[in-house]
């Protein structure tokens, strides 16, 4: 199936550093999401991105949808405790219309030293 | 509560025994999806439906059977469970196809 590779992996950081992670795709995507998930829990949606260079805030949050609509990032400044947990990227493929096909990258694992 | 419900949370089962796993959603969303999640593969697309009766293949489908009779249901068949099919298991709904879904708590599966 179609492949998002999200990086980094995992990151060990120390509270108040500010975080950025991306995902790319050799696939031109309509959508892209930015989830949360913590420990025992489903992922929980923190952005959503539907235009080509959008750039969209939530809090300390800001995701951007890339130009060539093949990557996004996310970003997080002054990271705090609560930030830990797993984050993943997904996206709906271009041409998969309104179908509710939604694909997922491996994840980034952060962790937060205070 | 806006929210999915699956279940059970945990199951633990032997090869071959079949088992469901149900899916509620109270928020009148017309779609529905299931994944599995494996530690370094992230999420994967099991099956989704656009409305009632209206289903279709995600990435990793075999193994795997779903039924959307009623708008707020969506319960997965596994007819015989194996080994390789022990994983974290995730429900989820959303109200338009380009929209994020929310997701279930959801359920682990053991096979043994």
């Known amino acids: 199936g179609q492949q998002l590779n999200q990086s980094p992996q995992s990151m060990f950081i120390q509270e108040g550093e500010d975080v950025s992670m991306n995902c790319t795709s050799s696939s031109i995507f309509n959508t892209w999401l930015w989830y949360k998930q913590e420990p025992g829990e489903g992922p929980v949606l923190l952005i959503a991105l539907y235009k080509a260079g959008e750039l969209t805030s939530n809090g300390r949050l800001t995701a951007q949808f890339g130009i060539t609509r093949k990557d996004s990032f996310l970003n997080i400044s002054a990271s705090i405790p609560s930030d830990v947990g797993i984050y993943f990227c997904a996206g709906q493929l271009l041409g998969s219309g309104n179908t509710g096909k939604l694909i997922f990258g491996q994840g980034t694992t952060l962790q937060v030293k205070p | 509560e806006a929210q999915v419900t699956q279940n059970p949370r945990y199951l633990i089962t032997v090869t071959g025994k079949k088992l469901t796993v149900t899916c509620s959603q109270n928020m009148n969303h017309e779609y529905m999806s299931w994944y599995r999640q494996d530690p370094g593969l992230g999420l994967r697309q099991i099956y989704y439906s656009m409305n009632v009766e209206v289903t279709d293949k995600g990435d990793v489908p075999e193994g795997y059977k779903v039924s959307r009779k009623e708008k707020r249901n969506f319960p997965l068949i596994l007819e015989s469970p194996s080994p390789n099919q022990t994983s974290l298991y995730f429900c989820?709904?959303?109200?338009?196809?380009?929209?994020?879904?929310?997701f279930g708590s959801g359920t682990r599966l053991t096979v043994v």
């Open positions: 989820a709904s959303s109200f338009a196809g380009g929209d994020g879904y929310t």
